[in-house]
Nanobody
Framework: QVQLVESGGGLVQPGGSLRLSCVAS????????MGWYRQAPGKERELVAE???????NYLDSVKGRFTASRDNAKNTVYLQMDSLKPEDTAVYYC??????????????????WGKGTLVTVSS
């Protein structure tokens, strides 16, 4: 079992910055991917960014160039640096840890665990 705790959310003005952190604990072994998801009012939860234990990243098109995911494997911590924030970035941001599994020669997210989320509000 993996436990996740997010922090760093808050209220910022458009154009401002925030840095989110997610600390994972528990049975963390082998290859894994940690991701940031967000859910705005009335919308479905969407993947914002993810980063594997090897350092590979993937981003939602609308945040490319503005958000940067990174991780410290020794501390089992993932970060999301958010710059040039826009009102449409307002959402609850969730951290997710997933094991990486190989099936048919391809990589997939296996069992996953969710944090409770941290609220990011971008408003003037």
């Amino acid at each position: 079992q993996v436990q996740l705790v997010e922090s760093g959310g808050g209220l910022v003005q458009p154009g401002g910055s925030l840095r989110l952190s997610c600390v994972a604990s528990g049975s963390i072994f082998g290859s894994n991917v940690m991701g940031w998801y967000r859910q705005a009012p009335g919308k479905e939860r969407e993947l914002v960014a993810e980063i594997t234990s090897g350092g590979s990243t993937n981003y939602l098109d609308s945040v490319k160039g503005r958000f940067t995911a990174s991780r410290d494997n020794a501390k089992n911590t993932v970060y999301l640096q958010m710059d040039s924030l826009k009102p449409e970035d307002t959402a609850v941001y969730y951290c997710k840890w997933s094991e990486v599994v190989r099936t048919g020669g391809s990589l997939y997210r296996g069992m996953g665990y969710w944090g409770k989320g941290t609220l990011v509000t971008v408003s003037s």
